[in-house]
């Protein structure tokens, strides 16, 4: 069993920044995939980025590369995803999820054990 707190959601105006963090609770953080989603309201919950458990393969969508960047400390049980030139269209709530090992199609919710309750992210342009 894995508990997952999200916390660094805020305000940010548009071109600014955010980190968001993660928190995991159980001994076997090491064993998991965390990703991060989002979901708009309206919209279906979204991929925005993986990472695999010792870091070596991560996965951003397209609209995020190159701004967002997903991290892992595993000796602190926490993935981070660092959010720079944020944009209007990044406000949703976050969440952060935990997948057992690595899954074929890691974009997916359904490929997820364990999610945190969210976090507001509101970007004003």
């Known amino acids: 069993q894995v508990r997952l707190v999200e916390s660094g959601g805020g305000l940010p105006q548009a071109g600014g920044s955010l980190r968001l963090s993660c928190a995991a609770s159980?001994?076997?953080?090491?064993?998991?995939?965390m990703g991060w989603f989002r979901q708009a309201p309206g919209k279906e919950r979204e991929f925005v980025a993986v990472i695999s458990w010792g870091g070596g393969n991560i996965y951003y969508t397209d609209s995020v590369k190159g701004r967002f960047t997903i991290s892992r400390d595993n000796a602190k049980n926490t993935v981070y995803l660092q959010m720079n030139s944020l944009k209007p269209e990044d406000t949703a709530v976050y969440y952060c999820a935990a997948s057992t090992g690595w899954k074929p199609r890691p974009f997916m919710p359904t490929e997820y054990d364990y999610w945190g309750q969210g976090t507001q992210v509101t970007v004003s342009s």
């Open positions: 159980g001994r076997s953080f090491r064993s998991y995939s």
